[in-house]
């Protein structure tokens, strides 16, 4: 990782009273990385995206994107980020060209760049048959796909989405991951967070993985298995003979699956 | 056996339901807001059994009454509040919001009866079946007491009158919460709702206006009226009894029979309605079809002449979310209708306020439209819900997003004040030109006062609020406090820069003194203003997480 990176992070921690979320992570993310952020539930995924897009203070720690101190520059950072967070930001009560027009706005395009791109998202994400349907009323895919139709209409140079996959169907995830795969080809930095491990095996080159607030693995996914291989296993995810691991068994062997439910619920048959 | 097993499960079932709502219960004790709200909720079940025992006492007493007059016919009198109260409260206590309580129960294996029963048990323990039983119950001792003979006959019409009640009550409300299911629905309804509500106010007013010209119209309508009811619930319930206190006891049953046959009306269609759903009906907004499939042309955002593109992208939303929300824009229109009814109710009789001052019918109207828009100003960010994200993650100043909401309130101020002039001028004539410039020189200055207070507020007291719904949306009580100290101060300046001004008999000494207050007010506002960044930032969390709520 010689070139600067794009994220880099040093320290971040985050409390809640007394349960620490996350926990002295160091990240750190090259220009042009698809980067998968990958965690259990409760790991504290959530919380560092919401501190490395400004939505949430960190307790102690430093964030930097593209060389920029986000705690000193946040608007300076934010003009050139755009973000699809858990809850997808939208407002519910315009509709999705007028939604796309004033998110282009709020980033500074002018009023004719505006409309010109909204009307290319509208077309590429399929949302253009319904000019009067409000936001509220569309399908959580719909939704999804306009969040980050707006996350990109300012051409940011880094996106971070938040589960941007998750209660998505096949057609609607097929769209988004074309588009995320553009912005890669045209040198932009992707950083997300997924449950579909699948999804993030085969459009992530870099992984890291955080566990109970803790980063316990950071790295392309050879890295990733070569040192979870280098480790002695304990029979369970192993790949057959001749395999590679896949980005599954290196996340159960990295976190520590449970083989409770192996043992348990003989009933289930 | 099998059909035993299907009993026990049956049985079983309605058995978890009841321990899920003790569950429900419990739990919501263990934070002290659910504390705070079992307490509240404690004082008005204790307000509405008061309410509950006197209307009880006055029941019986009027039942008494008309027995041992030989009037039994105006029972119905008795029996159509008690009709009219059970059957709006519930309607007007869920106040158009979404009730996804029962639905939730078809993803288990419940047969149809029991989904049933559920349903109807739902509604029977709440405000107005109780109180509308108590009422009943009074009812039926005071017939006792009157007529011990009728006691039997009395109590069998009575308790099939209240399960006709809690039959068209589950029915309304089950269509209701079809119709409710759905957005725009519910956004009608609401409408319809707020004018039913105004619909309400005019009816005194417009009693006195037109009540002395068309008496004989009147007495025309009062016959029809009477002759109508008999053959709605109150009406038959009435006769039933009625008729059998008279001895005519062929045609007592014949209302009872017509009465229970209304009731077999209303559960059928009542079942027609929880089929539907048993069968998994799909109410989903997806659902709802949709309104255009035309393509329309891109038309580029607003453009506000000396304002930065991100004011004016703000102020656009907020028109466009305001424009889509009819029971917004109807509370908006208050002021104008509280004119209306001033000019044609009481306060239009010789000697009122009004008729003896119409010049502050213009300063009325103005102090009116600023308290009804404080409804906005004082939680700037509770229609954006998880909007709130976006703003945060946008490259824009919060000054900039909350002058440009400010904007938008001013705006609005500015147009109703343009239609009160007009409604002033054609209700009770132009308002002298003296009081009126007082009266927008104390806009200036209550206007900034209320902008500056409903911008802290909005970021330090946020509660999430739907446009489309209208009801169970109150503002956090820290705000109705602080609401309610700033309209004291600012009227109480008000109010004295009028006495100023009157005492010395020179009108625009009232405008000097307002411009002077203005100056202080707007500095206090410029400087709100420039603290809301770090405000916003400092508060950032509170924000997010109680505007993104679910």
Redesign the interface.
């Known amino acids: 990782m010689d070139a600067a990176p794009t994220i880099s992070t040093q320290g971040l921690t985050r409390r809640f009273g007394e349960l620490v979320a996350v926990d002295d992570v160091n990240l750190r993310v090259a220009p042009g990385q698809f980067f998968g952020f990958l965690g259990p539930n409760g790991a504290g995924k959530s919380t560092t995206i919401k501190m490395l897009?400004?939505?949430?203070?960190p307790t102690a720690g430093r964030i930097e994107i593209l060389g920029v101190d986000l705690a000193n520059n946040p608007?300076?950072?934010?003009?050139q980020?755009g973000?699809v967070?858990e809850?997808?930001?939208?407002?519910?009560?315009?509709t999705g060209?007028?939604f796309l027009?004033?998110?282009g706005?709020?980033?500074?395009?002018?009023?004719?760049t505006?409309?010109?791109r909204?009307?290319e998202l509208l077309d590429l994400t399929q949302l253009?048959?319904?000019?009067?349907?409000?936001v509220?009323?569309?399908?959580h895919g719909m939704q999804k796909k306009l969040a980050l139709a707006?996350a990109v209409i300012h051409g940011p140079k880094v996106l971070f989405l938040d589960e941007p996959f998750e209660g998505v169907d096949a057609i609607a995830s097929g769209t988004l991951k074309s588009m995320l795969q553009r912005m890669i080809a045209r040198g932009a930095t992707i950083f997300l967070t997924s449950h579909v491990l699948e999804i993030v095996e085969r459009l992530c080159s870099h992984v890291a993985i955080i566990h109970q607030g803790r980063l316990v693995a950071q790295g392309s996914l050879e890295e990733l298995r070569a040192g979870v291989e280098a480790q002695p296993s304990d029979g369970r995810s192993q790949p057959s003979s001749g395999e590679k691991l896949t980005l599954e068994q290196i996340f159960l062997r990295t976190v520590g699956g449970s083989s409770r439910s192996e043992q348990e619920l003989s009933w289930l048959g | 056996m099998s059909e035993l097993n299907l009993t026990v499960h049956a049985r079983g079932q309605l058995a978890a339901i009841a321990d899920l709502r003790w569950r429900l219960f419990i739990n919501s004790l263990r934070t002290t807001r659910g504390k705070l709200e079992f307490l509240s909720r404690g004082l008005v079940s204790l307000a509405f059994l008061l309410g509950g025992l006197g209307g009880c006492f006055a029941m019986a007493a009027g039942a008494f009454y008309f027995l041992s007059a030989g009037k039994p016919d105006l029972l119905a009198l008795l029996l159509w509040p008690v009709f009219f109260f059970w059957q709006v409260f519930p309607v007007m206590a869920t106040a158009f919001t979404n009730n996804p309580d029962s639905s939730d129960l078809l993803r288990f294996p419940l047969s149809y009866r029991s989904y049933f029963l559920v349903r109807l048990a739902y509604g029977s323990f709440d405000i107005a079946p109780a109180l509308g039983s108590m009422w009943l119950a009074g009812i039926f001792l005071g017939i006792g007491f009157a007529r011990p003979t009728l006691l039997l006959w009395a109590g069998l019409v009575l308790l099939a009158f209240a399960l006709v009640n809690l039959l068209i009550m589950q029915m309304v409300f089950a269509w209701v919460e079809r119709w409710l299911a759905r957005r725009r629905t519910r956004e009608i309804l609401g409408v319809l709702f707020i004018l039913l509500m105004l619909s309400l106010q005019l009816i005194g007013p417009l009693m006195e206006h037109f009540g002395r010209r068309s008496r004989p119209e009147m007495t025309r309508w009062i016959e029809l009226l009477r002759t109508t009811q008999a053959l709605f619930p109150p009406g038959l319930a009435a006769d039933a009894i009625a008729q059998a206190a008279r001895s005519h006891f062929m045609v007592s049953f014949s209302s009872f029979l017509l009465l229970c046959a209304l009731g077999t009306t209303i559960g059928y269609f009542l079942h027609v309605r929880l089929g539907a759903q048993y069968r998994g009906e799909n109410l989903s907004e997806v659902a709802a079809p949709s309104a255009s499939i035309e393509r329309q042309p891109l038309r580029p955002g607003w453009n506000l002449p000396g304002l930065p593109p991100s004011v004016a992208a703000v102020f656009e939303k907020e028109i466009r979310y305001l424009a889509r929300s009819g029971p917004m824009l109807l509370t908006l229109i208050m002021p104008i209708f509280m004119l209306v009814i001033f000019r044609l109710g009481p306060m239009s009789r010789q000697g009122s306020f009004f008729a003896r001052a119409p010049n502050m019918a213009f300063p009325a109207a103005a102090g009116y439209a600023l308290l009804i828009l404080t409804n906005l100003v004082y939680n700037n960010f509770g229609g954006d819900a998880t909007g709130i994200q976006f703003f945060y993650a946008s490259p824009v100043r919060f000054s900039q997003i909350i002058l440009a909401k400010n904007l938008t309130h001013a705006t609005i101020l500015v147009l109703e004040m343009a239609l009160a002039w007009v409604a002033v001028t054609y209700l009770y004539g132009p308002p002298a030109p003296g009081i009126a410039l007082a009266t927008l020189a104390g806009l200036l200055f209550a206007a900034p006062v209320n902008l500056a207070a409903g911008n802290l507020l909005s970021i330090y007291s946020p509660k999430k609020l739907d446009y489309s719904t209208f009801g169970r949306q109150r503002a956090s009580q820290t705000t109705v406090l602080v609401s309610l100290l700033v309209q004291i101060i600012v009227v109480s300046l008000g109010v004295t820069a009028f006495l100023v001004a009157r005492s010395y008999g020179r009108s625009w000494m009232a405008s000097a003194i307002f411009l002077a207050l203005a100056a202080i007010s707007v500095t206090a506002y410029v400087t709100v203003l420039k603290k809301m960044d770090r405000i916003a930032e400092q508060r950032r969390e509170t924000l997010i997480s109680e505007l993104c709520r679910t």
């Open positions: 897009t400004g939505l949430l203070a608007v300076e950072v934010k003009r980020i973000v967070p809850g997808m930001a939208l407002f519910g009560r315009l060209a007028e027009n004033f998110a706005r709020m980033y500074g395009l002018e009023r004719g505006a409309a010109k909204t009307a253009a048959d319904q000019p009067k349907k409000l509220a009323d569309y399908s707006a």
